[in-house]
């Protein structure tokens, strides 16, 4: 299930976002994969959630509400819109990820205003490629991208406006 961030995720948070497993994938700025920088980062998405410029990142939560990992959206271009998740290591391979991928996808076909989905992946990350492809996204080449150290695959799904 998705879910908003608490401050009772703060431990879990902290540790997913030290894990260079985890965030070797993600193109977060090296500052925010810190302790210091994994609260603040935080405590900014809470803050976010009431404002008119959310930063829209959501926690994947088990049934009882135990932090499991996170994803969450960012606009990218007018009509398309970046998604990205992650889930802890001792969590990983129980189709978490794929689930929480779909969920999102789901939500953001419901946008009239997006048209297009994109997501990052870098080439040896397959469980990442298995759940984009599984969900319909075409991949359209390696790219350069700022935040990541080598080229990654751009991901497309149109969702047709
Ligand atoms: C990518 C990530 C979210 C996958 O989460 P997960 O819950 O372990 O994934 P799932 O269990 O749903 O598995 C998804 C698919 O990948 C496959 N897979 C999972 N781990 C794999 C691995 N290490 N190697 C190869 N395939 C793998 C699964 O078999 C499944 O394939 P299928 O749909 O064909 O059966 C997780 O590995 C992670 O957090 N990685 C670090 C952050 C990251 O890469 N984020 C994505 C960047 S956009």
Not at 14 to 36: H, N, Y
Not at 62 to 79: E, H, I, N, Y
Not at 125 to 137: D, K, M, T, Y
Request: hydrophobic share 45%.
């Amino acid at each position: 299930m998705l879910r908003r961030f608490t401050l009772d995720d703060l431990e879990r948070f902290v540790m997913m976002l030290t894990d260079e497993r985890v965030t070797d994938q993600l193109s977060f700025p090296k500052e925010l994969k810190t302790a210091g920088g994994a609260e603040a980062l935080l405590r900014a998405t809470i803050a976010a959630y009431e404002s008119d410029e959310p930063m829209v990142a959501f926690a994947i939560a088990s049934p009882d509400g135990f932090l499991r990992g996170m994803c969450g959206v960012s606009t990218f271009a007018p009509g398309v819109v970046e998604i990205f998740y992650a889930v802890a290591v001792p969590e990983w391979r129980r189709r978490i990820g794929s689930r929480a991928a779909k969920a999102l996808v789901r939500a953001l076909r419901r946008r009239s205003d997006v048209e297009e989905l994109v997501g990052f992946v870098l080439p040896d990350n397959q469980a990442s490629r298995r759940i984009l492809e599984g969900l319909g996204f075409e991949d359209r080449g390696l790219v350069e991208r700022q935040g990541f150290a080598e080229p990654v695959h751009d991901y497309r799904l149109d969702l047709g406006g």
